[in-house]
């Protein structure tokens, strides 16, 4: 894995899809793209690398599929940010902080940016209660 400072292969069609921002990266297999220089937490890294497992060794039919079903969108997005949550608190034993981490998650998986595929509440539930949802 590498992290590129470029758009991802399939940027046309996620910037016409999403909401993108300048803060947005991406997992497109076997690489992390960063096209806007932004600071790559390192659980941000952990959160890409699931996305590269989950892409397997076809991303673009994963890409395809994340695109047009916001259900498997959302179970792809709930199990980065549960692991990126886990990491966070094992880093953060303050349960404010944790709380406070939580739901910066949540309002970024509830956000335009997936397509609105829940509220932040529902979120906050799923994230931290690492619920497995099958499609």
Not at 53 to 78: C, H
Not at 94 to 118: E, F, M, P
Request: hydrophobic share 35%; net charge positive.
């Amino acid at each position: 894995m590498k992290i590129l400072i470029k758009k991802p292969p399939n940027h046309k069609i996620l910037s016409k899809v999403f909401d993108l921002t300048s803060k947005n990266v991406y997992a497109y297999a076997p690489d992390i793209y960063n096209p806007n220089k932004c600071f790559l937490d390192p659980v941000v890294i952990i959160h890409e690398e699931v996305h590269i497992t989950q892409q397997g060794d076809d991303p673009a039919k994963w890409w395809n599929r994340y695109i047009l079903d916001p259900d498997f969108r959302f179970v792809q997005e709930l199990e980065a940010y549960a692991i990126e949550y886990r990491e966070i608190c094992k880093k953060f034993k303050d349960r404010n902080v944790q709380a406070r981490h939580l739901h910066t998650l949540a309002n970024d998986l509830s956000s335009k940016t997936y397509g609105n595929i829940c509220s932040v509440n529902e979120a906050e539930q799923a994230i931290k209660k690492n619920i497995k949802f099958k499609i």
